[in-house]
């Protein structure tokens, strides 16, 4: 008997029999005899296939995002900064704490925000200077980071290049006064108003009108020690308002690295490292 012609098994045309498809080939180029491409068999197990790196792109959108941080944060400071300049009218409007004579009111460490005394004057101000003295404070129960009368910031004699000083105003002297009856006698080392230091209670007369200051833990008013003669109102940089503890350790370290090595005297910096590191010194 004969096999039918459209029997598909005498053609051969056995599904069964059909060759599977092979495995997907990728090229290689210049891997035959002739110049051209030859075609790698690819596997499921090498992964699926990732497009080009575009390393380029990626290196600028870093430096993109880097620079847009930097430009950013540094915006960010001066908006602070005029900010904060805006409210206290001082520059630096912040002074770090650098020794004990404020204590317990206030510690070494401490990042202290200043502002122009006569802006936000207590009860009691002395005239047109804007501070209110420990001695008028405790009339009108003014308080100020532990005690009567404001915490003044002031430069020594008036000098800009010395370290200024944070302590409080106790009271205030016209010039030529004898104010030796008006000290506290726990705060002075002599006995009477010398016409030089040698006879009496130094800075006595008063040699010109201004503050007699002292730190909260000093047993001696600066005026005695000789730290400042009596501080005029334009030596004033400003009141202490508020502080931070702990905060005022970056500036002092920053301070300490730049300075010379010269010679100190009771701590005090002969050389300043920075302007705004106020020092309250013994």
């Known amino acids: 008997m004969g096999v039918p012609d459209d029997d598909p098994a005498a053609e051969g045309d056995n599904p069964d029999d059909e060759e599977s498809p092979g495995p997907p080939e990728r090229e290689i180029a210049g891997s035959d005899e002739g110049g ?14 990732k497009p080009p790196a575009r390393r380029a792109d990626s290196d600028e959108l870093g430096w993109r995002i880097f620079v847009y941080d930097v430009v950013s944060s540094v915006l960010a400071v001066l908006v602070v900064g005029a900010y904060l300049f805006a409210v206290s009218g001082v520059w630096p409007p912040m002074v770090a704490v650098e020794s004990r004579s404020m204590t317990p009111n206030m510690q070494v460490n401490d990042l202290v925000f200043v502002m ?32 009567y009368g404001d915490v003044i910031v002031y430069q020594r004699d008036g000098n800009p290049g010395q370290v200024p000083i944070i302590h409080r105003a106790m009271f205030w002297v016209e010039a030529g006064e004898n104010w030796y009856d008006r000290a506290d006698p726990a705060h002075i080392t002599a ?46 940089i400003g009141t ?35 302007a705004d590191a106020a020092g309250s010194h013994s």
Request: glycine share 14%; aromatic share 6%.
């Open 240 to 274: 202490a308002e508020v502080r931070v503890p702990g905060l005022g350790w970056i500036r002092l370290r920053s301070a300490a690295a730049n300075e010379t090595g010269a010679p100190t005297r009771r701590g005090v910096p002969a050389v300043p490292p920075r």
């Open 36 to 49: 051209g491409t030859t075609r790698e068999e690819w596997s499921e197990t090498d992964g699926p296939r």
């Open 191 to 236: 006995e009477a108003c010398g016409e030089t230091p040698s006879e009496g209670l130094k800075n006595c007369p008063a040699p010109h009108a201004g503050f007699i200051t002292k730190g909260d833990s000093n047993g001696r008013y600066d005026q005695v020690t000789s730290l400042s003669r009596p501080v005029r109102p334009e030596w004033v």
């Open 116 to 147: 122009e005394a006569d802006r936000f004057a207590g009860p009691g101000a002395h005239e047109e200077t804007g501070v209110v003295t420990a001695h008028t404070g405790r009339a009108v129960e003014y308080r100020a980071f532990g005690g």
